[in-house]
């Protein structure tokens, strides 16, 4: 039953149905994706670590952006850089003097990066990388762990053996409209299953192309697996690609594979690299990355001036307000504190995860159900004023204003659900859509 706190929001979103197919640009934004129906659908502003919705209402953002915001909304010194070079133009007939001013920067940032290249967002960067890594092989197959995007050479995972995708992304995707002459050229390997990526490397021997693969997302990579992942890419002859498209630059200035303490040949990054604003970079080892060159990897886009000066200051702004370590400093109370509420109140969820990442595991055997808790906390943590999943997305504007509302919603919500759960009535005050398959990885 709809919310009429949201009755703009969802009269809206029934318009875009009729007018935009599958209703929004991006599945993670799909309100199925959320508490369908109480959820916010639309926002109007942003500032800091909130949102204001269509219907006015106000928000703490905890998605921050689908993990494209990590300084907070509207940064003033990102912003302002940003306005003051849309003021002396964004995109011209000859190339802009911030692409190398980046790049630069990228390669004192990064340990991989000896060379950049550009794009607009994180599937296209996975994409260069991709036909990169063919390019320098003159191999065709690609062995891929995790999400990387909507593009034809992914989604080819799906021809054939349709299941492919699902531990990966989600289950059911068709994949309609890729060439089926693509079958066979992508396929995924599971995570912390070295034997299966060495039978899968052998299977394929000479033929691979590339690794490439989430490192890591919520919880810490076991002890030496990426650096075996590392030395069967090397031994194979295949280029290891490490896509920290999600994890950006929140471990720390060296990104995840800093984190991790693994280099890759070669990575990708966008959202939270540039706070919000569409950029992506492909970035990697010389011998490499120089064979783009030769190839032809060309878009107008790429050198438009607004994502380049976003990402250049956001990296700035992130070293020197040390964000990293104050995400961790704000997850780790958070997820204590989110703890010692689920004891008190007798709920049983647990907030586990990386300290960068946290994430609400709520402990019930039975799928439909669990899916119905985790949609009514949705729920409720939306009429409370904080949105987002079942997860803590973390970004540098979030405070004690934040910590407060949120453990204080957080309270009331796990007091809720364990009274619902005890008297069974959890259909009853559930009043969104339970949440359709939430966006599933693989890897941690
Ligand atoms: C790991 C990873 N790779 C690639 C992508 C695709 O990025 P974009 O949505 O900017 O195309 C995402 C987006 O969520 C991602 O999480």
């Known amino acids: 039953m709809p919310d009429s706190r949201v009755a703009r929001s969802n009269a809206l979103y029934a318009r875009a149905l009729e007018l935009i197919p599958g209703g929004t640009q991006l599945v993670s934004r799909r309100p199925t994706r959320f508490a369908n129906g109480v959820s916010p659908v639309y926002a109007v502003r942003g500032k800091g670590a909130r949102i204001w919705d269509l219907d006015g209402n106000e928000y703490i953002d905890w998605a921050t952006g689908i993990l494209a915001i990590i300084l907070g909304y509207c940064d003033p010194v990102v912003d302002e850089a940003v306005v003051e070079q849309i003021h002396r133009g964004v995109n011209f007939s000859i190339n802009s003097d911030v692409e190398v001013e980046l790049a630069e920067e990228l390669i004192r940032t990064i340990p991989c990066a000896e060379m950049v290249r550009y794009t607009k967002g994180g599937g296209d960067a996975c994409t260069v990388a991709v036909r990169i890594a063919r390019g320098a092989?003159?191999?065709d197959k690609i062995l891929f762990c995790g999400y990387h995007g909507w593009h034809d050479w992914y989604l080819a995972a799906n021809l054939g053996a349709d299941a492919a995708l699902n531990a990966h992304l989600f289950p059911g995707i068709e994949p309609i409209g890729v060439p089926k002459a693509l079958a066979g050229t992508s396929i995924p390997f599971p995570y912390d299953d070295i034997p299966a990526l060495e039978s899968?490397?052998?299977?394929?021997?000479?033929e691979v192309a590339a690794v490439?693969?989430?490192?890591?997302?919520?919880?810490?990579?076991p002890a030496g697996y990426l650096d075996e992942v590392a030395r069967l890419a090397k031994q194979?002859?295949?280029?290891?690609i490490f896509d920290e498209v999600s994890t950006g630059l929140r471990f720390g200035m060296g990104g995840a594979q800093q984190f991790a303490g693994v280099v890759p040949d070669m990575a990708v990054y966008a959202k939270s690299m540039s706070n919000g604003y569409a950029f992506g970079a492909v970035v990697g080892r010389r011998a490499v990355m120089e064979q783009a060159g030769r190839m032809f990897i060309s878009s107008t886009y790429w050198s438009d001036a607004i994502g380049l000066r976003a990402a250049l200051t956001t990296i700035r702004e992130l070293r020197r307000r040390k964000v990293a370590e104050q995400i961790a400093d704000f997850g780790r109370r958070l997820q204590s504190a989110v703890n010692s509420v689920a004891i008190e109140t007798g709920c049983p969820v647990r907030c586990a995860g990386l300290i960068q990442y946290p994430q609400l595991q709520f402990q019930c055997d039975d799928g439909a159900l669990k899916s119905q808790i985790v949609t009514l906390y949705i729920q409720e943590m939306a009429r409370r004023g904080c949105h987002g999943y079942a997860s803590f997305g973390l970004n540098a504007a979030q405070g004690e204003a934040e910590f407060e509302q949120t453990l204080a919603a957080v309270r009331e919500v796990f007091q809720l659900i364990t009274r619902a759960l005890e008297k069974k009535i959890l259909h009853e005050v559930l009043q969104a859509t339970p949440q359709q398959e939430v966006f599933r990885r693989l890897v941690n």
Do not use: D, I, Q, Y
């Open 236 to 240: 194979a002859g295949a280029v290891l």
């Open 200 to 206: 899968l490397l052998e299977k394929h021997r000479g």
């Open 212 to 221: 490439m693969m989430e490192p890591f997302r919520s919880e810490l990579p």
């Open 137 to 139: 092989t003159g191999r």
